[in-house]
């Protein structure tokens, strides 16, 4: 067992942190918010953390776990996931373990001797496997340093991917009560923070909410019109056939089709969906992350099994159902950090095809919830300002310059001065609630800004209210476009938890009072085009363009050393090193062991397991 405690019990919880994140995972320094939360749980402290994918949420409860003493019991909603986090780790020499459903009873049997045996630092749980009462019942046999609860959203009814299994967790925290908890997240609206905080019982929680932006990945929305076609233009403008990327269907038959093409058209692809056999799909996900298999065509299933850095691209064949999931699978891309892209295939008939599913959902409540979070979605595919600025503002996280990294941006449309048509909206919006004492949905404002005369409107009154046909210059569907840019832009929100009424928010009182000037969008009559990419090789699209041609040479040698080297012990190559570790190898050329040391994920660890390959290679340049 590691006890850097032992080791560093003169210094200071960050210098020793700072040491197990150097000598374990080969990083110089923590990332935004994770030395906080790091400190937070090694002062016992319960913890709330949203990070987007790829911000480093494993480290904020793995090296606290190699500090405090006992074992780590942590949470986590996939088998597959699991397996991946075990081997990353024990490829930097930490001692971790998994124990669910695949294991036999003999290997399970082990990994419980080592967990009495006080051998790990971390074991890997499924949620219905914590919960089962003789579990539980050798956890309290055990030192257990902390409790981590992985994709905290699945606690939450308000959350995208709801997992009943999950509902119980929060009994735990009185069984433990000396044991700090900390739940994790990469997808969280407002509403669905709260509920994780109400259901996990967290006692005085530590909230630590970083950026949900990922300037490394370009967003695009193609109007779906020959779906087929889109998507192979996309990966030949990519000269996608050298890289990893996914593929995601709403269906299985779909999955099975577009893999099939993909086949035909000489791209290295398979299909992954919950149809398939246990062994194939374990098949399939082990030949991806070792880099086998360049493209997966999967349903929904395949996203959060993924722990693989350089996923370049992922497309959305089929118009996701919610903003959250959509933000984690396109979160998939680029975890290293370098340039990645998304693509969303987007048409009216997917919207008719979800709401067709939704209405099957028996549950008003539930209903309701889903209703909104695809009008969300929708709007998402249908925007006309920065697309980077609709995702930050949905999980409340203002936004309004461009990202100059999306379709809408680097293609913008043509802007009018909407000043005065934003006053009407807004007008409406405060007039409405005057007169009634309630807030309204966007269609009933739409209708009011129109003079419209239906039934509504008559048994409300609202022919009477001053607002009453003052839009009638502009038709519904474009005061539906004003009226979304405002909400992205921060002048209006809707309440889900209030049926998607919409309420002004405190920044609109200076647009009433005409102390701002704004340009909206004009509607492109829903012709969405994504950005004009030139084809260039997949060595650039990764953020290498710094490096010159004798560079691109060297780090392509590397490449090959690190293809052989997890060959021969069966690995992932991102488990031996990242593509960031070898282009910043090809810049620097280290020739001691001091200068290897001191690249980006070089440890101490895999200092000594790969440093003197590497090392006699790089001497050659």
């Known amino acids: 067992m590691l006890r850097f405690l032992k080791l560093y019990m003169d210094s200071s919880q960050h210098k020793q942190a700072l040491a197990v994140l150097k000598s374990q995972f080969g990083f110089d320094q923590f990332r935004k918010h994770q030395a906080e939360v790091i400190d937070d749980v090694l002062s016992g402290r319960d913890c709330f953390v949203l990070m987007p994918t790829g911000g480093g949420k494993s480290l904020c409860y793995q090296i606290p776990a190699l500090i405090r003493e006992g074992t780590a ?282 709401k067709y599913f939704i209405e099957k959902v028996s549950n008003e409540e539930q209903k309701r919830i889903e209703n909104f979070k695809l009008s969300s979605m929708v709007e998402f595919a249908e925007a006309l300002t920065c697309r980077r600025s609709v995702l930050l503002n949905y999980f409340g996280e203002p936004h309004q310059k461009s990202c100059g990294n999306c379709d809408v941006c680097l293609n ?47 048994d409300k009154g609202h022919s009477q209210v001053s607002t009453y046909g003052i839009g009638k210059e502009y038709s519904a569907d474009e005061w539906q476009s004003i009226i979304r840019q405002l909400i992205h832009l921060g002048y209006l929100y809707q309440d889900i938890q209030q049926f998607s009424v919409v309420k002004l928010t405190d920044k609109a009182g200076e647009m009433l009072k005409g102390n701002i000037e704004i340009e909206l969008a004009k509607p492109r009559n829903k012709a969405m085009r994504a950005s004009k990419t030139r084809k260039t090789s997949n060595v650039n699209k990764a953020q290498k363009e710094d490096l010159t041609d004798a560079q691109l040479g060297i780090f392509e040698s590397l490449r090959e050393l690190r293809r052989d080297i997890a060959d021969s012990e069966d690995k992932p190559a991102y488990q031996v090193f990242g593509d960031v570790t070898l282009v910043e190898m090809a810049m620097q050329l280290p020739i001691t062991d001091e200068g290897m040391l001191k690249i980006t994920g070089v440890g101490e660890v895999k200092m000594a397991k790969y440093g003197f390959e590497f090392l006699n290679l790089l001497r050659k340049f």
Not at 141 to 152: K, Q, V
Not at 414 to 424: D, I, M, P, S
Not at 433 to 457: A, C, F, K, P, T
């Open 73 to 354: 019991i942590v949470v986590s909603p996939l088998i597959a996931l699991m397996q991946d986090q075990v081997d990353s780790l024990k490829s930097n020499g930490i001692s971790a373990a998994y124990y669910n459903s695949s294991l036999d009873a003999q290997a399970a049997e082990q990994v419980l001797m080592q967990l009495h045996m006080g051998q790990l630092d971390l074991l890997y749980v499924a949620p219905e496997r914590l919960m089962n009462e003789g579990f539980r019942q050798q956890l309290n046999s055990i030192p257990i340093s902390l409790f981590a609860i992985d994709e905290a959203h699945c606690i939450s009814q308000w959350g995208h991917d709801f997992r009943p299994e999950y509902a119980q967790i929060g009994q735990l925290r009185q069984a433990f009560s000396s044991v700090p908890f900390i739940a994790l997240t990469a997808t969280a609206d407002h509403a669905t923070r709260q509920d994780i905080l109400t259901r996990l019982n967290l006692h005085k929680p530590q909230l630590h909410v970083s950026s949900f932006d990922r300037p490394n990945i370009r967003y695009s929305v193609l109007e779906k019109k020959q779906p087929a076609k889109q998507l192979i233009a996309f990966l030949e403008q990519r000269d996608a056939k050298h890289e990893s990327g996914i593929v995601y269907c709403l269906s299985r038959k779909k999955v099975e089709e577009v893999s099939s093409l993909l086949v035909e058209e000489g791209y290295s692809a398979t299909a992954y969906h919950a149809g398939l056999p246990a062994e194939t799909r374990q098949r399939v996900h082990q030949q991806f992350i070792r880099d086998e298999l360049n493209i997966v065509v999967a349903t929904v299933a395949f996203g959060m099994g993924i722990d693989k850095p350089n996923v370049r691209f992922v497309v959305h064949y089929d118009l996701p159902k919610n903003i959250e999931g959509y933000y984690q699978e396109t979160g998939r891309a680029g975890r290293d950090g370098l340039n990645s892209e998304a693509l969303l295939l987007y048409g009216t008939q997917d919207i008719m095809t979800a």
């Open 412 to 458: 913008p449309p043509k802007l009018f001065e909407g000043k005065v048509a934003a006053q009407k909206v807004l007008s409406c919006v405060y007039r409405l609630e005057q007169s009634s004492g309630h807030n309204y949905g966007i269609r009933h404002i739409i209708d009011v800004l129109r003079g419209m005369d239906n039934e509504r409107i008559r």
